[in-house]
């Protein structure tokens, strides 16, 4: 593991001295993620309870910009406005962001913060919208701390602050494929994701076709479902399984080998679902569409001999993943087939994606 070292002293005088309260502003786009193996289960600070690996999206990402000025006297630290709308509860959780950063950086308390945001995605989509928002944050203030050293901060720093407000938010910040979580990889570790490396050219630019079976809120949030496994009865197995599951992707996504990629992946939603149903309390977050869709898809696999397979957070929604070189072949069974099952027929096409960007706000 590659340890992750605090910000220096020397460091944050720098940025003091470089500062002088002058206004300094970032933007960035940042996307989503879909976890191939899924994280559900942590401890302490946002510590997984097993590795995750996942896909970096496209189309489905967060703008923000963030603006810097000196901090004053009954000013709030931090305004926060989504869509144009001020949101104070999503400022208090920024706020406990950056009060857990500022026991590293306490040259954050002398700066105020203002920033704006907005999705390219309907909030109630089943897209995590808290991994995009977080890595967003985070790549913006890394962006901004840059700039009064000259230099940007590392990768790995800004998936840890990204970590610190959403789990999933650290591997949204790498691309094309990210890994979180100790494991085998070089590098691996709980405190920040890193690029899946060797990747085979067949699952690059790999599409996800996101079927939106309801837009209705989540019945449990992420925060209390991965509260559930802290005494869930199947807790240890299920850790033991999911870094055996991220070593053999891993592997299989190495040599290219969809066959193997599709039941190992489609386990992986499924199982994710047991976990919520085998749960005290108990919850089921599937709908009778998204098992008529998981139906269908696996007909059309075996009529056809085409490699779609899906996925699933902890919603209803469903993600169909497919090489992007049967995009033709496969998006008019999608289109045809699987949207009127669903009341609204309402689907994000987006594919695989690099991370960060650079933007302007507007």
Known sequence: MMPLKSISTDQQEIWAKNWQGQRL???????????LVKYWGKVGPQIPGNPSLSMTLEECHTLTQMVVMPR????????????????????????KWLTELSLDIPFLTKMSFSIKS????????????SASGMGALSACLGDILGQLHGE????????????????????????PFAWWGEGSLDNS??????????VHESFMGMHDSIVMVSQSEKKVSSTQGHALMDHHPYKDVRYQQASANCERL??????????????????????LHGLMMNSDPSFILMEGTSLDIIHQVRNFRADTGLPLTFTMDAGPNVHLLYPKEYYRKIRPFIDNE??????????????????PVVKEWH
């Open 72 to 95: 004053q006297e009954g000013v709030p630290w931090v305004e926060f406005f989504f869509d144009d709308r001020p949101q104070e509860s999503f400022a208090k959780k920024i706020e």
């Open 118 to 129: 907005r999705n390219s995605f309907p909030h109630s989509a089943g897209i995590a919208s």
């Open 338 to 355: 699987i949207l009127p099952l669903t009341e609204e027929q309402n689907c994000i096409h987006d594919y695989m994606g690099m991370g």
């Open 250 to 271: 891993y592997s299989i996504m190495k040599a290219g080998d969809w066959d193997a990629f599709i039941p190992l992946v489609e386990k992986e939603a499924l199982e």
């Open 152 to 175: 940007k901060m590392p990768l790995p720093i800004v998936s840890h602050w990204a970590r610190l407000g959403s789990g999933s938010a650290s591997r949204s910040v790498m691309g």
């Open 25 to 35: 502003q970032s933007c960035y786009q940042v996307p989503s993620n879909i976890a």
């Open 189 to 198: 570790n709980n405190q920040y994701a890193i690029v899946a490396p060797k």
